[in-house]
């Protein structure tokens, strides 16, 4: 395998441990591909975005492979996204120099303590409940098991938070003040059936963990900042309330749908059917470039 040119990136940082603030100070973006499929233009606009902001403020940028759920992560994917970074000339200066790299000291397997931690708050306040539905119980009618008081030891049970209809405000840089309604009568998972800590909460406290200051993010995420936002309330972190986020258009497909990985994934890697100066030109459009100041668009 020929070696990953950023190699020198990140060589005396690691990603274990208590809080990781070598850039203390700085902007720090963050680029979190998943490696449960091929990369889509997407994705990679996405990162582009998440780049150019942190570069233009002297800013650095995380590269965060959210790989906790070890059942989807394939090794051709994990690859794909180094050789598509590679590709695309982006560098970033804290995270994994490649495959082994990050198997051996940024996955998010090393770090599952830190979401453990996260998780045993939220216990210790009361905040969680146990669950034991099925998808299949789940399609037909809301979870009802907070009423059961299920024990939070039983195995193979789900952690749940219950929302009320709360309201979360917070400001993004393009859409200005924002007025989330957390669902009423719901409630949603903070710990897998498998032990593992579900999405929201394992990017919380990566976010926390590495000082990402800036997020930039697809508009089809804003419910999902909203509860990130409620659990950092809850966990009164006060950490993800001072961060600057950014959610952006999504981009669309030639039929207009949305380019996900069911509408984008050609099944092979982006590099293999998309020109890079032609994507690169596509998102400069979108981006912008063409009809404003680049100092403009990436204004904090
Ligand atoms: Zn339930």
Redesign the pocket.
């Known amino acids: 395998m020929e070696p990953y040119p950023f190699a020198a990136h990140g060589k005396n940082q690691k990603g274990i441990g208590k809080l990781f603030y070598p850039y203390f100070g700085f902007m720090i973006t963050r680029i979190a591909p998943t490696p449960s499929g091929f990369l889509h233009p997407g994705n990679i606009f996405n990162f582009l975005l998440n780049w150019h902001w942190a570069r233009q403020h002297g800013g650095k940028v995380l590269l965060r492979i959210d790989d906790a759920d070890v059942e989807r992560k394939r090794p051709e994917y994990v690859d794909d996204i180094f050789r598509v970074l590679e590709w695309l000339d982006m560098d970033w200066d804290i995270g994994p120099t490649g495959p082994d790299d990050l198997d051996q000291n940024w996955s998010q397997q090393h770090r599952r303590s830190l979401y453990d931690d996260s998780l045993l708050e939220l216990r210790n306040k009361s905040l969680v409940y146990a ?3 099925t998808r299949t119980q789940l399609a037909s009618e809301p ?3 907070q009423d059961k008081k299920l024990d939070l030891d039983t195995a193979g049970l789900a952690w749940r938070i219950p929302t009320r209809g709360e309201i979360i405000l917070f400001t993004d840089r393009v859409i200005g003040e924002v007025k989330h309604y957390l669902p009423l009568q719901h409630s949603f998972v903070v710990r897998r059936k498998d032990g593992i800590a579900a999405y929201h909460l394992a990017s919380l406290a990566d976010d926390r963990h590495f000082g990402v200051t800036h997020i930039a993010r697809g508009e089809d995420l804003l419910p999902s900042t909203a509860m990130q936002l409620h659990i950092d309330d809850l966990l009164d972190q006060q950490y993800l309330r001072r961060c600057g986020f950014w959610h952006h258009p999504l981009i669309l497909g030639d039929q207009g749908n949305k380019l996900s990985k069911s509408a984008g994934d050609m099944g092979r890697s982006i590099r293999t059917y998309i020109k890079k100066e032609q994507l690169l030109a596509s998102f400069e459009r979108w981006a912008g470039f063409d009809k404003k100041d680049r100092k403009e668009i990436f204004a904090l």
């Open positions: 669950c034991s539905c979870c009802h098991c």
